[in-house]
Every structure is written in structure tokens, then in C-alpha cells.
């Protein structure tokens, strides 16, 4: 019964983004352009999701790996007086592979970052965790600001165009859409997987009860250690994608709102779902392009939605918008059994 269950979900979710693919392309480019953003921020919500939902492991930094990811493949297209970098990346272009090479390059860095930050961060717990991922995040903002030779500073990195996909050029909106949700879809896939290994489930058991895992033999510090690993490097492919997308990378994609936000994304979808991040990204990203037309001071109304879910969370028993539709479902299906 939970294999059919489980079975029918995939199907749901696989229809869903089918649909999606049917129809983006009859809307405006505005709207095109808004559902592909939300296809890369779902990227970085699930990643977080990897910590916050399946080990418990809240960080307000999640950000860096997006930003650090981001600035290293805005330089390798931007920097040509970089040669041993450059030039690689001439050959992969001239080749078609340029973007693959993007990706890898990136995915390197954030690995780098990922792997050295959890190893200073991993050994705390609580408030002590949250507030060290922040630090090492404000690091990186630091440097995105204050080193200019690479970062170019306060004015950011202004990216000439985006290299093609195997001769298929991405600069055209419906094609780049599609390219990222086939990067989307792939790392959702991937996800999913390491979630239902039993490394995920031994996540799962870090998260409910760290000290009995200890007990039964697990090496609970490697586990969370090599999560810690696996968010920031999907961290960095969302980074990627964002350079590719906005073709512009600037400090404020390194700052902290743009942890909080993921962080929010994850609350408010309902964590340790990966689809519910999501959700949650859909909606953030949506009411910041719409409430920001009409109203300056828009994080405050993000701000209250936040507050209202975390509230709504703890009075109902549930977490996030999946959390809730899941025991309203199973509420009415104990009502219909009820009256049988």
C-alpha cells in the first residue's frame, strides 16, 4: 500500500511539471522568467531541505554555496586575464561543453566551501550551529564585497551572454527555461534518491534521536558532515544556474536575506518533503515579484507570513503547507471511515 502511494505521488509530481512544461510557453516573458527563477530557487530550497528537514540541522548560510558558486562562474566567463582558467574554458565553449564546465567549476567550488565549513560548523548543535554557518556566511558576503580585483565590488559581475548547451544556443527564454527545469528535474531525481537510501533514513534518525543512533553504532558526525557536503554542492548548482539566468552576479546574492529566504521556503512548504520546498519557493518568489511593485518595505509582509506559519505550524501540530494539506487529508479520510 505505501509503495502505491509512493508510486502515485512520483506520478503527481512528474504530471505537474509536464504540465508546467506545456504551458510556460504560452505565457508572457515576464511570467516565463518568473517560473524559471522559481525552478532555481527550488534548487537551493530542496538543498537546505537535505539539512533542516532530514538532519535538523538549521543554518542561516546556505546562502554561501549559492554565492560562492555563483561569483566562480560569473569569473571563469568573465575574466580573461585568468589564462589557466580562461583558456579551459575557450576550448569547453568552442567544443559546446563550455556550460558543462561552468557547472563543474562551480560545483567544485561550492564542494570546497561546503566540506570546509562543515567541518568547522558540524561539531556545534542549536542556536550554536545557526549562528556559526551565519558568521561563516557573513565571511563570504565580506568578500564579495571587499575584494573587488575579483568581484568587481559593489558593482557586481556583468556576464556577456550564456555559453550553448552541445550547439543549442540558451539565450533564447524558453530554451534556458527548459534547460533549467532538466537541471531541476535531475537534481530533484538525485535527491530523492540519497533521501530514500538508507544513508537518508539514517538522516532521518539522526534528526528524531541523535543519541540512540550513537548508540547503535552509526558515526552520526560523519553522517551530518557529508549532508552538510551534499546541500552545499546542490547549493552550488542553484548558484550556477542564477549566474546563468540573471547574467549578473552582485554581494546582495550573497547576503543574508538570501539564506533567510531559503530557510523560509523550507518552513513554509513543509520540510523533509523536497517538493515542499518547492511550494514554499513558488510562493516567496511570487509575492516578491508582485508585492514589491506596490508596496517598498515588502520583507515586512514576508516577515508576517513567516510568523503566521511558524504559529500555524505549532497549533495545528503540522509543518508547512504539505505538513497541513497531509492532516487535513488524513483527517477526513478518519471522518469518512467514521461514518462507513
Known amino acids: 500500500m505505501g509503495n502505491n502511494n509512493q508510486r502515485r505521488r512520483i506520478l503527481i509530481v512528474l504530471g505537474v511539471f509536464v504540465a508546467l512544461g506545456i504551458v510556460t510557453p504560452f505565457l508572457d516573458s515576464f511570467m516565463q522568467a518568473l517560473v524559471t ?4 530557487f527550488g534548487i537551493l530550497a530542496m538543498s537546505l531541505d537535505i539539512l533542516l528537514g532530514f538532519t535538523g540541522l538549521a543554518s542561516l548560510g546556505h546562502g554561501a554555496y549559492f554565492g560562492v558558486a555563483s561569483y566562480a562562474s560569473a569569473i571563469v566567463m568573465t575574466k580573461a586575464d585568468w589564462t589557466w582558467t580562461y583558456g579551459i574554458y575557450t576550448w569547453a565553449s568552442s567544443s559546446g561543453l563550455g556550460i558543462f564546465y561552468l557547472f563543474i ?5 561550492a564542494i570546497a566551501f561546503s566540506a570546509f565549513f562543515g567541518f568547522l560548523a558540524i561539531r556545534a548543535t542549536g542556536v550554536y550551529f545557526l549562528m556559526i554557518t551565519l558568521s561563516l556566511a557573513m565571511v563570504i558576503w565580506g568578500l564579495a564585497y571587499r575584494w573587488s580585483a575579483v ?13 550553448s548547451l ?19 528535474l535531475i537534481c530533484l531525481g538525485i535527491l530523492y534518491v540519497v533521501v530514500q537510501s538508507p544513508f537518508g533514513r539514517t538522516l532521518v534518525g539522526i534528526r528524531e534521536r541523535e543519541e540512540r543512533m550513537e548508540m547503535l553504532g552509526y558515526n ?12 552545499g554542492t546542490f547549493g552550488g548548482v542553484a ?12 554581494p546582495p546574492d550573497v547576503e543574508l536575506i538570501t539564506s533567510a529566504e531559503a530557510l523560509f521556503m523550507v518552513a513554509l512548504g513543509g520540510p523533509a518533503t523536497l517538493i515542499g520546498p518547492v511550494i514554499g519557493s513558488a510562493i516567496i518568489r511570487t509575492l516578491q515579484q508582485f508585492i514589491s511593485i506596490y508596496v517598498e518595505r515588502w520583507p515586512l509582509i514576508l516577515g508576517a507570513i513567516y510568523i503566521m506559519t511558524i504559529m ?27 461514518q462507513d
Open 105 to 109: 567549476f562551480g560545483i567544485i567550488v
Open 151 to 163: 568581484t568587481e565590488g559593489d558593482n557586481g559581475i556583468n556576464v556577456p551572454g550564456r555559453p
Open 312 to 338: 500555524l505550524s505549532r497549533l495545528y501540530g503540522v509543518d508547512g503547507i504539505l505538513g497541513f494539506a497531509s492532516k487535513l487529508r488524513s483527517s477526513t479520510a478518519a471522518a469518512s471511515n467514521s
Open 37 to 40: 527563477e522559481i525552478l532555481i
Open 166 to 184: 552541445l550547439g543549442i544556443s540558451l539565450d533564447n527564454d524558453i530554451t534556458f527555461f527548459y534547460f533549467a527545469l532538466a537541471v531541476f
Open 220 to 231: 552520526v558526525w560523519l553522517h551530518k558532515y557529508l549532508a552538510f557536503i551534499i546541500a
Open 239 to 250: 548558484g550556477v544556474m542564477w549566474t546563468l539566468f540573471n547574467l549578473f552576479v552582485s
